[in-house]
């Protein structure tokens, strides 16, 4: 099978090709097929983009199933929307295969499109090439002028929030490095979460207008969580015990724990900060969402993060995130 058969055959589905106008939604005026495509955005909105690659033995290893490879392609894409509180509508793909395998593309594509359709993400166009396994997703999606969550909002007093849990992704990781062993069960829910991560696109769009900062955890939470401190000038105390983990992260020694929780990375979760006044409103916002959120701390004056225990004792931990110059 040649290039443009396998685009053909596994990425151009009806509605998003070119010449098949009107079937594509208001967004995508024309999808795969030309040079470009052709995008129309929401009067009175604002594009938002973003890019992410997957590259394999750094990304992902090559146990992952085809499926949840094209799914998690596209999930950590929608999650940093998701932390921008932006609605997703047009994805491209640029992948480097090392051979035409059917067993692969037919796997990742369902993956990967099982996805979209359950938010509404078309898949516009991309780039395909032979080489070494490598995925390339860039994402586009809307909010209306002047919405969109950043960085760089939180302020004194505000209330520091995380969706989900943590640190299951990281465990997982380490059950493969061989440095933990689980059993069967517990390994396979731990391996969802690295591998089948959720992103909270419903969130992130209910907390438009509530939240005065958001970020996804994606290197880990002590590291991104730093990225809003430094980006707002502020510093945060965060309290260990009230990070939310799952039962089976929650059995582990203690040392585990705080590197998954702090440190892990691969989580997929919203952090985020909001007015105290309007813890309410938050917890209304994670309803609607059907997400469930935890307060974990909250941001002080004083810059840098201080990870508390459950008596208040400032703990001396030295936070290394992910890095992929570092890791
Ligand atoms: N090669 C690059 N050229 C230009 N900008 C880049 C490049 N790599 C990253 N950036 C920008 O740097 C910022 C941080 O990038 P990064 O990839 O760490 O995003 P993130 O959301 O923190 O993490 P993740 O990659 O897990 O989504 C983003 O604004 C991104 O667009
Ligand atoms: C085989 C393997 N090794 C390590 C990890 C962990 N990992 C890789 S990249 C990353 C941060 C986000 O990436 P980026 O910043 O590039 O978006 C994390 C936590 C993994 N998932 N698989
Ligand atoms: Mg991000």
């Given at each position: 099978?040649?290039?443009?058969?396998?685009?053909?055959?596994?990425?151009?589905?009806?509605?998003?090709?070119?010449?098949?106008?009107?079937?594509?939604?208001?967004?995508?005026?024309?999808?795969?097929?030309?040079?470009?495509a052709v995008l129309t955005p929401a009067p009175g909105h604002q594009w938002l983009?973003?890019?992410?690659?997957?590259?394999?033995?750094?990304?992902?290893?090559?146990?992952?199933?085809?499926?949840?490879?094209?799914?998690?392609?596209?999930?950590?894409?929608?999650?940093?929307?998701?932390?921008?509180?932006?609605?997703?509508?047009?994805?491209?793909?640029?992948?480097?295969?090392?051979?035409?395998?059917?067993?692969?593309?037919?796997?990742?594509?369902?993956?990967?499109?099982?996805?979209?359709?359950?938010?509404?993400?078309?898949?516009?166009?991309?780039?395909?090439?032979?080489?070494?396994?490598?995925?390339?997703?860039?994402?586009?999606?809307?909010?209306?002028?002047?919405?969109?969550l950043l960085r760089s909002g939180a302020r004194v007093d505000d209330d520091l929030w995380v969706s989900g849990t943590?640190?299951?992704?990281?465990?997982?990781?380490?059950?493969?490095?061989?440095t933990v062993s689980l059993p069967g069960?517990?390994?396979?829910?731990?391996?969802?979460?690295m591998e089948l991560p959720q992103p909270r696109v419903a969130l992130g769009r209910a907390l438009r207008g509530l939240a005065t900062s958001a970020i996804d955890v994606s290197d880990g939470l002590a590291g991104d969580l730093g990225h809003i401190l430094r980006r707002s000038g502020v510093g945060a105390r965060l309290h260990l015990a009230d990070l939310p983990r799952s039962a089976i992260l929650g059995a582990m020694p203690e040392?585990?724990?705080?590197?998954?929780?702090?440190?892990?990375?691969?989580?997929?979760?919203?952090?985020?900060?909001?007015?105290?006044?309007?813890?309410?409103r938050v917890m209304e916002a994670a309803q609607a969402s059907a997400t469930p959120v935890y307060r974990i701390g909250r941001i002080e004056s004083q810059p840098g993060l201080r990870v508390v225990d459950g008596e208040g004792r400032e703990l001396d931990l030295a936070l290394q995130s992910f890095d992929h110059f570092k890791s």
């Open positions: 099978m040649g290039e443009f058969d396998l685009i053909a055959r596994y990425f151009a589905r009806a509605g998003a090709v070119s010449g098949s106008s009107g079937s594509t939604g208001s967004t995508v005026a024309l999808g795969i097929g030309d040079d470009c983009v973003s890019t992410d690659m997957l590259v394999e033995g750094r990304h992902f290893l090559s146990t992952v199933s085809p499926r949840r490879l094209g799914h998690k392609a596209l999930a950590v894409n929608l999650s940093d929307l998701a932390a921008c509180g932006g609605t997703p509508r047009a994805c491209f793909l640029s992948l480097a295969l090392p051979r035409v395998d059917e067993t692969f593309l037919a796997g990742f594509s369902e993956g990967l499109f099982s996805l979209a359709d359950a938010h509404g993400v078309v898949l516009a166009g991309g780039d395909t090439t032979a080489g070494p396994l490598n995925i390339n997703i860039t994402i586009m999606g809307e909010v209306p002028q002047g919405q969109a943590l640190g299951d992704a990281r465990l997982a990781l380490e059950v493969f490095r061989g069960e517990a390994f396979e829910a731990v391996r969802q979460a040392d585990l724990q705080r590197l998954c929780l702090l440190t892990g990375g691969d989580d997929y979760e919203l952090v985020f900060t909001a007015p105290a006044q309007d813890r309410s």
